[in-house]
C-alpha cells in the first residue's frame, strides 16, 4: 500500500493544508488571495470524506485567514492563525493570550518599522495580531530589500531581543508568541482525535510541522526548497491532484 493509501485508510484523519503558495497563488495583493477553483473543490471533496477533518495552519492573522478563506461561521473547516497562536475551532471559546505591555511593544515598533519602510520604494507593513510582517516582494532594489531587512532586525533584537523572526517568501515577520505551526498541528490533532494527520505547506514556516509529523503521517511540501516532507509536488495544481486522490481513497476506504 503507497503512503497516500495508508493515511486514506485510518480511523480519523486531519488535513491541514498552509494556504499562500499551498492553496492559493501568492500575490503581490496579500488580501486579494484566494483558492484556486480547483484547490476549492478538493477541499470540499475532503470534507465530504468519512471520519475526515480540514483545516488550515497560517501565519496570517486569524481575522484575515478568515477573509481570504472565505470562511463564515457554518464553515466545517477549523483555523489556525498566527502560526498557531489562534484558533477557530467550532464550539472552542476565543483565548487572549496577549498583555498590555506586549501590545504596547507591537504599537511601538510596528510603527517604527513604517518610518523604516518608508524609505525602500516597495516595502510595507503588515500589522499581525502578535507583531508585524515587512513585506519585499514588490521591492525592484535588492539592496534596499537586505538594508531594510537589517534595520528592522537591529530595531527589534534591542528592543525586543525575546521576539521570534521568521524568514518567509519576500516577507519577515517578527512576534512576540513563540508559536509555531508544530504546536498547531498538535493542536489540532488532539482536538479532533485524528489517528494520521496529512499537511502540506510550501514555505520554511511550514518546514516545523513537517519535521513534527509522526511516523503515520503524511508531509507534503508544495514546490522547491530544502524540506523533512516525504512527499514533493511542484505546485498548487499538482498538489490539487493528490488531495482529490486523497479523498476518493479514503471514501473507498471506509465504505
Known amino acids: 500500500m503507497t503512503a497516500l493509501g495508508e493515511v486514506a485508510a485510518t480511523d480519523r484523519l486531519l488535513v491541514a493544508l498552509d494556504f499562500d503558495g499551498t492553496l492559493s497563488p501568492l ?5 486579494e488571495a484566494r483558492m484556486t477553483a480547483a484547490a476549492r473543490d478538493a477541499v470540499e471533496g475532503l470534507l465530504a470524506a468519512p471520519d475526515t ?42 483565548t487572549d493570550i496577549a498583555g498590555e505591555a506586549d501590545l504596547a511593544l507591537r504599537d511601538r515598533l510596528r510603527s517604527e518599522t513604517e ?14 495580531t502578535f507583531g508585524f510582517g515587512v513585506h519585499l516582494r514588490t521591492v525592484a532594489d535588492e539592496e534596499d530589500a537586505e538594508r531594510l531587512r537589517a534595520d528592522v532586525d537591529r530595531l527589534v533584537a534591542d528592543a525586543a531581543p525575546g521576539w521570534r523572526r521568521r524568514q ?16 498547531a498541528v498538535a493542536h489540532l490533532r488532539e482536538v479532533v482525535q485524528a489517528t494520521a494527520v496529512v499537511f502540506a505547506g510550501d514555505d520554511v514556516t ?22 523533512a516532507a516525504s512527499v514533493r509536488v511542484r505546485d498548487i495544481e499538482e498538489l490539487v491532484g493528490l488531495l482529490s486522490t486523497l479523498a476518493r481513497e479514503r471514501v473507498a476506504a471506509r465504505q
Not at 27 to 31: F, G, L, T
Not at 119 to 126: K, N
Open 53 to 94: 477533518s480540514v483545516a488550515f495552519v497560517s501565519g496570517r492573522t486569524l481575522a484575515d485567514l478568515r477573509v481570504i478563506a472565505e470562511h463564515d461561521d457554518d464553515s466545517p473547516i477549523l483555523l489556525a492563525g498566527s502560526h498557531g497562536a489562534e484558533y477557530w475551532i467550532p464550539g472552542a471559546p476565543a
Open 168 to 183: 518567509g517568501h519576500d516577507i519577515v515577520e517578527y512576534a512576540f508568541t513563540d508559536a509555531g505551526k508544530d504546536a
Open 115 to 128: 518610518l523604516l519602510a518608508e524609505g525602500v520604494p516597495g516595502a510595507w507593513v503588515e500589522p499581525k
Open 27 to 31: 500575490i503581490d495583493q496579500p488580501m
Open 206 to 227: 511550514d518546514e516545523d510541522a513537517l519535521r513534527s509529523l509522526e511516523p503515520d503521517d503524511l508531509g507534503i511540501r508544495v514546490g522547491a526548497g530544502e524540506t
